[in-house]
C-alpha cells in the first residue's frame, strides 16, 4: 500500500515538473518570438514608424495596432512569420487613414512605391510615382541610366500598370573623394540585415511583381544566401524569380531550385 501511494505520488511529481518546465519553456519561446521580432531589420527599419503590438502564446502569435499601409501589414506579417517556433499568425493590423481603392490612381501609385522599396538597385525615396489612367510617370533622380532602366521594368511589372513613362534625369555629379559610393552603402546595408528580414523581404517583393505574384515559391535564407523552391510555369518565370530576388536588399546569392512545370 505505501509502495502504491510512493509511486502514485511519484508520477504526480514528475508530472508537475513536466508541465512546469514545459510552460517555462513556452514562456522562454514566446518572449524569444517577440523579442526577435522587434529587433529584426524590418521592424526598426521598414516598420520603425508604426504602431505595432507582438503577443505570443505558444507560438501562436497575434499582430495588433495600426500601420500607414497594406504593404507594410504584409511586411510585419511575413517577417513574424519567419520566425523559429512560430506556428501561426493573426494579423489583426489596421491600415491607418484612408486606404486607397482598389484600380485607382492612389491604389497603382502605393502599389509601385512597395514594388520599388525592397530593390537596392534602384532608389524608391528619389523616385516620384504618379499615375493617371494605368499610365505612371516615374520622376527624380537616378545615379545612372541602368539604375533608370530598372525603375521602369520594376514599375511596369506592376498589376494594373499599362505604361511607364519615366522622366528621371540622371545624375552626372561625380562622387566626391572619401564619400561612399552607392554600391558600398548598399554593402554596408546587406551586412546588418538578418535572415528572417531578407526571407520576408523577399517574399514581399515576389507578391509585389504581377509576373512573381502567383508563383507557388519557397523561400528560405541563411547567412543572406536564399534558396527559392516551389514550383514555376516556364524557365523565364524561374530566371525572372532569381533576378528580382539577387536585387532585394540583405541577399548575397540566391540558389533556385524551383521545379519548371
Known sequence: MKKTVYLLSLTVT???LFYINGSLFASETDDRIESSAKQSYVFKT??????IQIKSTDGAVALTGTVSDESNKSLARETVASLPGVKSVDNKLEVKGEVPVAQTDQWLIAKVKSAL????????????????DGTVTLR??????AQKNLATEYARDVDGVKNVKNEMTV???ATKPGKKTVGE??????????????????KTTLLFHRSTSALNTTVETKKGVVE??????SAAEKNLATKLVS???????????????
Open 171 to 173: 545624375s552626372t555629379v
Open 14 to 16: 514528475l508530472a508537475s
Open 117 to 132: 522599396l525592397f530593390h537596392r538597385s534602384v532608389s524608391a525615396t528619389e523616385t516620384e510615382v504618379l499615375a493617371k
Open 247 to 261: 536585387d532585394v536588399f540583405g541577399v548575397k546569392r540566391v540558389v533556385n531550385t524551383m521545379i519548371v512545370q
Open 228 to 233: 527559392l523552391g516551389g514550383k514555376a510555369s
Open 140 to 145: 527624380g533622380k537616378a545615379v545612372s541610366v
Open 46 to 51: 521598414y516598420l520603425k514608424g508604426d504602431d
Open 185 to 202: 552603402k548598399v554593402d554596408a546595408v546587406t551586412e546588418s540585415i538578418d535572415d528572417v528580414s531578407i526571407t520576408a523581404l523577399v
